[in-house]
């Protein structure tokens, strides 16, 4: 079974660009995650889709950051503009069904904002 | 709101040494979830409780559940290198917003060979 396919690995690009993330979960997993890892920290979560509707997205800095789910299967998480203080690794999950279910993480992407 | 809270942050061991992580909720958990992050990796699901009171083992391992669902604790008998990493525990609550993950900040733990 595949896992969760995140790209690029790495990026670093200057203060005020943008960057876009992709993530494609494990085929059939109904429930994707982006979360916010800062060194030293444990992951913090950014948006919570449920196929291809938004059932978290609490502590995602709404005014830079938008993710979207628009098929239920591959999502898309956009920083614009991107600050210092977003540099981070960005990791996707996904899981079977609810957030209680075992989350599968992707390598995630290491953003450097330069 | 709901919070999970760990202790140590971070934990030096001699190899051959025991290890033990604290992970203490705010509120009743429905669930609790462990996972191990290698140095430069991702987190690693290692395992679910549910019961109160609930005790698994893997190997060197052995996870506990609190009874009143409130805590729980990851030991790992006779630490090797390969036990290098961060532990994790993450929460889920009963109902509502309270269904969503919530994860401590983590145990660093560091084996001296």
């Known amino acids: 079974e595949a896992g969760v396919a995140q790209s690029p690995r790495y990026k670093i690009i200057e203060k005020r660009q943008s960057v876009a993330f992709w993530c494609n979960p494990i085929s059939g997993h109904a429930t994707l995650y982006w979360y916010q890892q800062i060194l030293g920290q444990g992951p913090k979560l950014l948006i919570q889709?449920?196929?291809?509707?938004?059932?978290?997205d609490s502590q995602l800095p709404k005014d830079r950051f938008s993710a979207e789910r628009l098929k239920g299967v591959d999502s898309t998480l956009k920083i614009q503009p991107a600050k210092l203080e977003d540099s981070a690794v960005y990791l996707c999950a996904s899981s079977p069904w609810t957030s209680t279910d075992t989350q599968y993480f992707g390598p995630g992407t290491r953003l450097t904002v330069l | 709101g709901q919070q999970v809270m760990q202790i140590p942050q971070y934990q030096h061991v001699q190899e051959g040494e025991d290890f033990t992580t604290y992970c203490n909720s705010s509120?009743?958990?429905?669930?609790i979830q462990w996972y191990k992050q290698r140095p430069g990796g991702h987190p690693v699901f290692l395992i679910q409780?549910?019961?109160s009171g609930e005790v698994k083992k893997q190997k060197r391992l052995t996870f506990q559940f609190g009874e009143a669902k409130k805590n729980s604790s990851l030991h790992i008998t006779a630490t090797q290198t390969t036990d290098v990493g961060t532990y994790f525990c993450a929460g889920s609550g009963n109902a509502g917003n309270n269904r969503k993950l919530i994860w401590g900040l983590g145990t660093s733990l560091a084996v001296n060979p």
């Open positions: 409780l549910v019961k």
């Open positions: 509120t009743t958990l429905s669930n």
């Open positions: 889709f449920q196929n291809n509707g938004v059932v978290d």
